[in-house]
């Protein structure tokens, strides 16, 4: 069974991640109470009086659609490849930066030195488009 506890600042990220990747495939209702309970922090009851359902409703429609959304990503692992691909381009952003540093103290060639700089601007500006979002 899932659970639909949201204590943690880490699972309601989570929740967003996963609705922003996969929200589409849940029912328009799903979305709602999912959008209503993790993102603008509604409570079972109000979610409830404002789709006009019970509250054991509104649960069992979070739990689906959490469930739903968990077993998605199992399979597709999307969120996954992301977070993979965000963790290496901070590692290329990082050994660019570093071996610019050395070309610069070995006062290598202003063409390398160049060539570094743009794999360092080009994987800020991909973490930094990943954070606009």
Same mark, same amino acid.
């Given at each position: 069974?899932?659970?639909?506890?949201?204590?943690?600042?880490?699972k309601?990220?989570?929740?967003?991640?996963l609705?922003?990747?996969?929200?589409?495939?849940?029912?328009e209702k799903?979305?709602?109470?999912?959008?209503?309970?993790f993102?603008q922090?509604?409570?079972?009851?109000?979610?409830?009086?404002?789709?006009?359902?019970?509250?054991?409703?509104?649960?069992?429609?979070?739990?689906?659609?959490?469930? !739903?959304?968990?077993?998605?990503? $199992?399979?597709?692992? +999307?969120?996954k490849?992301? /977070? @993979?691909?965000?963790?290496?381009?901070?590692?290329?952003?990082?050994?660019?930066?570093?071996?610019r540093?050395?070309a610069?103290?070995?006062?290598?060639?202003?063409?390398v030195?160049?060539?570094? !700089?743009?794999?360092?601007?080009? $994987?800020?500006?991909? +973490?930094?488009?990943?954070? /606009? @979002?």
């Amino acid at each position: 069974m899932v659970d639909i506890d949201v204590s943690s600042d880490v699972k309601r990220v989570e929740i967003g991640f996963l609705l922003d990747l996969y929200g589409n495939i849940l029912t328009e209702k799903q979305k709602l109470s999912m959008d209503l309970y993790f993102q603008q922090d509604f409570s079972l009851s109000e979610i409830a009086e404002q789709l006009g359902i019970t509250r054991q409703a509104v649960r069992d429609s979070l739990i689906r659609a959490e469930t !739903t959304l968990y077993d998605t990503e $199992a399979r597709l692992g +999307l969120m996954k490849r992301f /977070d @993979k691909v965000r963790k290496l381009m901070v590692e290329t952003y990082e050994n660019a930066a570093f071996v610019r540093n050395y070309a610069q103290r070995k006062f290598l060639a202003a063409d390398v030195i160049d060539k570094i !700089t743009a794999i360092q601007n080009a $994987a800020a500006e991909i +973490l930094n488009d990943d954070n /606009d @979002k």
